[in-house]
């Protein structure tokens, strides 16, 4: 309830690099369902990106998972969320900035990407990325 009131009131507002947005929207337009993994809960999930700085994108997204599917550093989780959105594991992609998820991702069976940003160190076992919009999906 308190985060609630805190993005209502602005005070809260969740700023998203600049290539997140035309990125998401781009995906979407090319029809690539998207979803969110985070060990914040679903709620707390929906909050964040319905009040970003810019502006509502939780659209954007089909599916939000949160731990209850299985901590994040664990293959099994992403078996799961595999089979909740009824996807064979090698049709999804997983992109992250923790080593760590994208290795049990990939033990999983998913494709990964390790989106380095400023103060991340690039990875040695899955392809980086800097930048959203070069990151190319095929559908």
């Given at each position: ?51 970003t700085n810019v502006g509502d994108v939780t659209s954007l997204f089909e599916h939000f998972f949160d731990t209850s599917v299985g901590e994040n550093k664990i293959a099994s989780s992403y078996s799961t969320i595999s089979e ?56």
């Amino acid at each position: 309830m308190i985060w609630e009131d805190g993005y209502r009131q602005r005070a809260f507002v969740p700023e998203l690099y600049g290539d997140v947005l035309p990125a998401l929207t781009q995906w979407r337009v090319r029809g690539i369902r998207l979803g969110i993994y985070s060990s914040g809960s679903e709620q707390a999930q929906q909050l964040l990106f319905a009040h970003t700085n810019v502006g509502d994108v939780t659209s954007l997204f089909e599916h939000f998972f949160d731990t209850s599917v299985g901590e994040n550093k664990i293959a099994s989780s992403y078996s799961t969320i595999s089979e909740q959105i009824g996807l064979p594991p090698y049709h999804i992609l997983f992109l992250s900035d923790m080593e760590g998820e994208l290795d049990a991702a990939a033990s999983a069976g998913f494709m990964t990407a390790h989106i380095v940003r400023p103060g991340t160190d690039a990875s040695t076992r899955h392809p980086t990325h800097t930048d959203l919009t070069h990151l190319l999906i095929e559908r």
